[in-house]
């Protein structure tokens, strides 16, 4: 059974940053394409970053604010987010791809940020 555990969430300041990492239970050699998604309550589920082998993939909205990363000894995924916007505010959760095209997700961590 993997398990992700998102961390790193809360309030901060509108322009300020934050950083997000994802604990996944299973090593990355065993894992396919990684990233975060964002909700928020008026919206559907949408991709924010995403990451499969040195491909890097980011929603239009976050280019050149957010940055996805990852680390491999760690088996933590990453999500730094600089210059936030208060329409950025959302339940941010991480996803992993496992073989067999099951994708496994973390629990959701809030991000706020107050004008």
């Known amino acids: 059974q993997v398990q992700l555990v998102e961390s790193g969430g809360g309030l901060v300041q509108a322009g300020g940053s934050l950083r997000l990492s994802c604990a996944v239970s299973?090593?990355?050699?065993?894992?396919?394409?990684m990233g975060w998604y964002y909700q928020t309550p008026e919206k559907q589920r949408e991709l924010v970053a995403s990451?499969?082998?040195?491909?890097?993939q980011y929603a239009d909205a976050v280019k050149g604010r957010f940055t996805v990363s990852r680390d491999s000894s760690r088996n933590t995924i990453y999500l730094q987010m600089e210059s936030l916007k208060p329409e950025d505010p959302a339940v941010y959760f991480c996803?992993?791809?496992?073989?067999?095209?099951?994708?496994?997700w973390g629990q959701g961590t809030q991000v706020t940020v107050s004008s």
């Open positions: 299973k090593h990355f050699s065993s894992l396919n394409t």
């Open positions: 990451i499969a082998g040195r491909k890097i």
């Open positions: 996803f992993a791809d496992l073989p067999g095209w099951v994708r496994k």
